[in-house]
């Protein structure tokens, strides 16, 4: 299939990484409004052509698939121009700054029956694919309880703390963490997919004026289930942690720094179960330790799932079956961020 | 002449503008947004502009170039990733230009650097000039030099499509006050030990002050146009004589382990042999092991600047045992007099001329 990326920022390394060595994929076009990022980018990844303007690219490289790689804000004039110019469309989160929006651009997609794939790269991270599958085996029981937990320092230094030129992100709904909430949206409804109640807490502790929110604590409710989504830049260090609770075992894994430890009854019943969990999720942890490491010298990051989710993307696009992240996982992962922003479920 | 700086406020462009002062320049000093300006030394002098703006935003840069007769390219970023660096020296290089095209300046001198030039495809102690080539394949360099690489590109091409007058000099290794250690020499073991990677590597160093003036040299001579000038001192040290004489200067003492520059050449070539061989050159290596990298930081080579002597008139002013005094002494050597002594465009100064001119 004949691709192409809008947008050379960070994120796009990933995606041109997949695409230079995909065998579902030629990369027509790079595009971005700097000349000098596009060719870069267009030189380093093996690109057709590079360009600055993003219809000429889609009137003159013709690409089956375009990935919208912008800032938020961009997303929907941009995907709309690429589903009339006849290409699906893979766009990086959110897709849309909120769920009336989405509606909109998947009815336009849906006009044109062209594909529109929100990217929702840590659900197919190895831990998270291994926790769906305990589930599917019914290894947890009933799943009753979830915690994701992400901390980000991005009020110490980078791009978001940058106050010479701020980030596009700080005009979110929700700030900065818009930029981050998709990831957090996605993961629990993943396996807390149908919360009947929400509530949340947007805070600014560092109170300045460049951050509209820096922490937020969210609670879903579903009969007698539990959720918790929390974002904080003030506690140390960096996670992306997640806990997943069923009624006969409990999960835990760290997406940024990947282990698993799964306490769960063992061989040799309920008096040496616990000493089964400590020996089995100590030596789990030194293989986890050992694979970090490696993982760190070939410069394997937590974009792994990124890899996956393009290559069940493109597989699907080619054979005409349903892409991995479909209207359902898009629909609900919008409608919960703008649940949680709703001035009438904050705390 | 009125001439525009760019990163004003760094360790060089505090320098550069002092300087340009000094020779009777009017400066428009461009700064970040949110930049400290109260200790740069000629905030408040009469013949600085100051002007905020973000290079990285297309807004206002036009305003910011109209009016000057040329541009000191000098802005650039040397911490982050990748597409931080990207961001802070080649899209701000990228705008500055199209400013200028569309205000119709042409003068542009683009600091450069030695991190440019190939060493890799270099002889040991071949002489590094500016016919010396440049880095064609720096995958596996810094991002710095991957960088300026392209933002030396950006001035080549100013000067085709949009006819500029440009002249780019390649500074050596850069020091003074608070930038006295260099990674040149080896590698920083805590805070009071060093590898000292080939000690008798000569060192190509430029003193801070020596290398704003040559700056301002390239701007203001017609001869410089269309001109490449590598930026060294005289008499270059070792690795071994510059931090020699840096521990007289340096409490502690920094203590050095030696590493002779063949048996560091060879274990880079075996790292970068195992990588190939049994990771399929994905591992990430520490620079020092990256043969690309660690040539362009430690080989030995000769250097010269008796290209900017002859065609400019430059010479250093300041040797390295008065520069590394002034790197370490109290006063700020880029500070400016508030009431500044009568001075004139100078095309041929002398040493006495210079020195009259010496910032307060």
Redesign the interface.
């Known amino acids: 299939m004949n691709s192409a990326v809008i947008g050379t920022g960070e994120i796009s390394a990933e995606h041109l990484k997949f695409l230079a060595n995909s065998k579902s994929a030629k990369l027509v076009g790079v595009c971005d409004l700097s000349r000098a990022a596009a060719r870069y980018a267009a030189k380093t990844f093996g690109a057709d052509k590079a360009y600055t303007d993003y219809k000429q690219m889609l009137d003159e490289a013709k690409p089956d698939v375009v990935h919208v790689l912008t800032p938020p804000q961009t997303h929907v004039a941009l995907a709309t121009d690429c589903l009339d110019a006849g290409a699906h469309v893979i766009c990086e989160k959110p897709i849309t700054l909120g769920h009336d929006q989405f509606t909109s651009l998947w009815n336009h997609a849906d006009s044109k029956q062209k594909h529109l794939i929100e990217d929702h790269n840590y659900r197919f991270n190895r831990p998270i694919l291994k926790i769906e599958k305990l589930i599917d085996d019914g290894v947890l029981g009933d799943v009753s309880e979830v915690d994701i937990r992400m901390a980000l320092a991005i009020r110490d230094g980078g791009r978001f703390a940058d106050r010479n030129l701020p980030n596009p992100a700080h005009k979110l709904p929700a700030g900065v963490i818009h930029d981050f909430i998709t990831h957090l949206g996605y993961l629990v409804l993943r396996f807390f997919p149908d919360p009947d109640r929400v509530s949340a807490a947007w805070t600014n502790h560092g109170g300045d004026d460049l951050f509209k929110y820096d922490d937020l604590d969210a609670i879903l409710i579903a009969g007698d289930k539990h959720a918790r989504i929390r974002f904080s830049c003030r506690t140390g260090p960096d996670c992306f942690a997640l806990t997943v609770r069923g009624t006969r075992a409990e999960v835990q894994t760290d997406l940024f720094h990947p282990f698993m430890r799964l306490i769960k009854p063992r061989k040799g019943g309920e008096k040496l179960s616990p000493v089964v969990n400590q020996l089995a999720n100590g030596l789990s942890l030194v293989g986890s330790s050992l694979s970090n490491l490696r993982n760190k010298l070939m410069q394997r990051s937590p974009y792994e799932g990124l890899h996956t989710f393009l290559k069940r993307t493109y597989d699907a696009l080619q054979h005409g079956t349903e892409p991995p992240v479909t209207f359902d996982d898009m629909d609900r992962t919008s409608r919960l961020i703008d649940q949680m922003l709703a001035e009438g479920n904050r705390v | 002449m009125k001439l525009l700086v760019t990163g004003a406020s760094g360790f060089l462009g505090r320098h550069i503008v002092a300087q340009a002062v000094q020779r009777g320049h009017d400066v428009r000093a461009q700064v ?4 400290n300006i109260k200790d740069l030394g000629w905030e408040d002098h009469p013949r600085v502009e100051i002007i905020r703006a ?1 290079l ?2 297309k807004a206002d840069l036009d305003q910011l170039v109209q009016g000057v007769d040329a541009v000191v390219s000098n802005a650039a970023c040397k911490a ?2 990748f ?2 660096q ?1 961001a802070g020296t ?2 701000t290089t ?1 705008n500055l230009l199209a400013a200028m095209a569309n205000t119709d300046v042409k003068r542009l001198v683009a600091v450069s650097t030695f991190s440019v030039y190939g060493f890799l495809k270099m002889r040991d102690r071949e002489l590094l000039d500016e016919e010396s080539p440049l880095d064609t394949d720096p995958i596996d360099r810094d991002e710095y030099a991957q960088t300026k690489l ?1 933002q030396e590109e ?1 001035a080549r091409e100013f000067a085709k499509e949009h006819e500029g007058h440009v002249t780019v000099v390649r500074p050596g290794v850069i020091y003074g006050k608070d930038n006295l250690w260099t990674a040149r020499i080896g590698m920083e073991l805590g805070t009071d030990r060093c590898l000292v990677v080939g000690g008798r590597s000569i060192l190509p160093i430029t003193y801070v002050e020596n290398c704003a003036q040559a700056i301002v040299f390239a701007a203001e001579k017609e001869q410089a146009v269309g001109q490449t000038y590598n930026i060294v001192d005289d008499n270059l040290p070792t690795h071994r004589q510059y931090l020699r004489a840096l521990n007289q200067h340096r409490k502690p003492r920094m203590k050095s382990l030696p590493m002779p520059w063949l048996v560091m050449r060879f274990l880079a070539a075996l790292a970068l042999g195992v990588n190939k061989l049994f ?1 399929g050159r ?3 290596v520490p620079s020092i092991l990256r043969p690309a990298a660690l040539h362009a930081r430690c080989k030995p080579s000769t250097y010269t600047n008796r290209l900017i002597k002859d065609s400019l008139g430059w010479s250093p002013h300041f040797g390295m045992e008065e520069a590394l005094q002034r790197g370490v002494d109290e006063t700020d050597h880029a500070a400016l007099a508030p009431e500044p002594a009568e001075t004139q465009a100078v095309a041929d100064d002398t040493d006495a001329d210079r020195e009259t001119r010496t910032c307060a």
């Open positions: 970040r947004p949110v930049s973000d990285r935003s982050g990733d597409y931080t990207f080649v899209i990228e392209v950006l990771l994905r591992a990430k």
